[in-house]
């Protein structure tokens, strides 16, 4: 701005203080801040209290009313049906991992697949539960970057296999196809299965569950960035005289 310019501001006079903020803005400030932590802590034990609820409500009433807990205690504690829910699936699961159980199990399982609905709604949601619940080594690999939905934007997926059989035979062999999840926000077990040449994945350094806080949050928590790792050098010999 020049000295003619009449849009210029004018210094402030000798002796000026800046205007402080007022007692107001302070308590908003502090509001704010004890939101962040109460709110996280709050939303947990608030979740943590409905489930259990949830599932005393749902445990409890198939127990004969003689040996409910709450007749011998005299009041009724919450989480009394968790812990017999608990009880009673590990007993299923010791159970299952017998050859009685496993024979069991194949019995039923051939009376539900005589059932033509009832054997679709079972597969389904078996294979959600072994997929969800599994504990082998059957799970995403890495984060990832591609480009969606069009070249130029980008997306965090997850990378879990190389495709197979049919699949693997659209590409060519020095580029195969990775199949990807690409999950939505802010719920990201919904999503969708992509094939992407490999040369089109970006591979991320952060772990998994940074990308899916990353993809729950919509961009507002990110991950602490890793310090880059120094490189070693060697130092060099000192010529000899």
Known sequence: MTEDDPHASAPPPPGHRPRRRGLFHGLRSSFLT?????APIG???WLIWTVTGWIDGWVLPLIPERWQPGQYIGIDLRGIGVII????TIFIGWT???LIGRSLIRWGESIVDRMPVVRS???GLKQIAETVLSQSESKFDRACVIDYPRPGLKAIAFVSSTA??????QAPEDDPLISVFLPTTPNPTSGFLLFVPRSQVTYLDMSIED???LIISAGLVYPTAKPPTP????PRPEPRG
């Open 34 to 38: 004890g939101l962040v932590v109460i």
């Open 43 to 45: 939303l947990t034990l």
């Open 85 to 88: 829910f608990l009880i009673f």
């Open 96 to 98: 299952a991992k017998g």
């Open 121 to 123: 709604i079972y597969n």
């Open 164 to 169: 197979k059989g049919e699949i693997a035979r």
């Open 211 to 213: 990308a899916a806080k």
């Open 231 to 234: 490189k070693t050098t060697v």
